[in-house]
T-cell receptor, first 113, second 110 residues
């Protein structure tokens, strides 16, 4: 079974803090994705990576950065958290072959106070 | 612009009913379409993946159909159960770009 894990289920941070969200997959997937999900706005792509040290901006990259030093790990970084970054963050992974499916982690509910 | 819509936004049915969820997409140049289930506060669980060359995929009580030319997919759930209550999302794969629908919130009443 494919497993995508995320470092925290719930996280509470203060405005201005640096926040790290980590995602690990165990199926040797080339592609990894970070989404945020908000009521009424659905899932929106923040960043994705198709290889180690490679990254591409998604629809809403502002205020975020990412790091992919190892194939199995993809980190999302909020350099200076703001209240409008309170959201559910979802990580996903897939093989590079576009005919393959995406697998999601359990999500991290981040609250920025 | 590639857009995905889902109708209805919410659905409430009594246990045992068969039901259909709809997904429409504007750009038919797709690789595949994936149906997910999401329980409140949780991640997405993959239900069915249907390739662009396929018309149908089945898994247990679930059947997904795809009509690429008309930009539509349906998810059929047979003999619904209270445990099927969740939000169902479809996601269209355009290569490296996945576009998600807003979801249909399903409630199955005992």
């Amino acid at each position: 079974d494919v497993k995508v894990t995320q470092s925290s289920r719930y996280l509470v941070k203060r405005t201005g803090e640096k926040v790290f969200l980590e995602c690990v997959q165990d199926m040797d997937h080339e592609n990894m994705f970070w989404y945020r999900q908000d009521p009424g706005l659905g899932l929106r792509l923040i960043y994705f990576s198709y290889d180690v040290k490679m990254k591409e901006k998604g629809d809403i990259p502002e205020g975020y950065s990412v790091s992919r030093e190892k194939k199995e790990r993809f980190s999302l970084i909020l350099e200076s958290a703001s209240t409008n970054q309170t959201s559910m963050y979802l990580c996903a992974s897939s093989f590079s072959n576009p005919y393959n499916e995406q697998f999601f982690g359990p999500g991290t509910r981040l609250t920025v106070l | 612009k590639q857009e995905v819509t889902q109708i209805p936004a919410a659905l409430s049915v009594p246990e045992g009913e068969n039901l259909v969820l709809n997904c429409s997409f504007t750009d038919s140049a797709i690789y595949n379409l994936q149906w997910f289930r999401q329980d409140p506060g949780k991640g997405l669980t993959s239900l069915l993946l249907i390739q662009s060359s396929q018309r149908e995929q089945t898994s247990g009580r679930l059947n997904a159909s795809l009509d690429k030319s008309s930009g539509r997919s349906t998810l059929y759930i047979a003999a619904s159960q209270p445990g099927d209550s969740a939000t169902y999302l479809c996601a269209v794969n355009y290569g490296q770009n996945f576009v998600f629908g807003p979801g249909t919130r399903l409630s199955v009443l005992p």
